[in-house]
């Protein structure tokens, strides 16, 4: 089921910014059919919001991405532009496009995370990527950061999250 879901959301990609009602109700049934959950879609712009039982999913792409405001303070933000948010009920996620290096980063986000009282639970670098995830409050709160080079740029991803 995971997987439909994961190809359903990629389609949501490809059609934000459409604002057409065929589309919304063509990702409508395709979501309801993988999930088996009534949901309702509304594109505008660059973002698309799915509203369902359980709360609210706001997606924004990059022509409209920003960091939310609500994003949690004591949560590392790389500088660069955001490229991609999103906006669950149990918390955040956000893609940053850097000039920085991968190194760089990586050890920017560990100082400030570290400094705001997170545990450091996994320190993965592979490849040139790094990964690295972090707990505060026993586990009830998580943030991981997916540091990459990308054609001469850094991608960062950072989600965080909260039980």
Do not use: Y
């Not at 022509?63 to 999103?86: L, T």
């Amino acid at each position: 089921m995971m997987r439909a879901v994961i190809a359903v959301l990629g389609l949501c990609l490809v059609l934000v910014g459409c604002g057409k009602k065929s589309e919304e109700a063509a990702l409508e049934a395709a979501i309801e059919g993988a999930t088996g959950k009534k949901i309702d879609i509304d594109t505008s712009g660059d973002t698309f919001t799915f509203r369902g039982e359980e709360g609210e999913i706001v997606v924004a792409g990059a022509g409209s991405a920003e960091v939310p405001a609500d994003f949690p303070e004591d949560v590392f933000r790389c500088e660069g532009a955001v490229k991609a948010s999103v906006k669950t009920p149990s918390g955040h996620q956000i893609t940053v496009e850097s000039s920085e290096t991968v190194e760089s980063i990586a050890a920017q986000a560990r100082k400030k995370m570290s400094a705001g009282g997170w545990e450091e639970a996994m320190h993965l670098n592979q490849g040139g990527a790094v990964i690295l995830n972090f707990t505060k409050q026993g586990g009830a709160r998580t943030a991981m950061m997916q540091i990459m080079p990308d054609d001469g740029k850094t991608r960062v991803t950072i989600t965080a999250t909260s039980e």
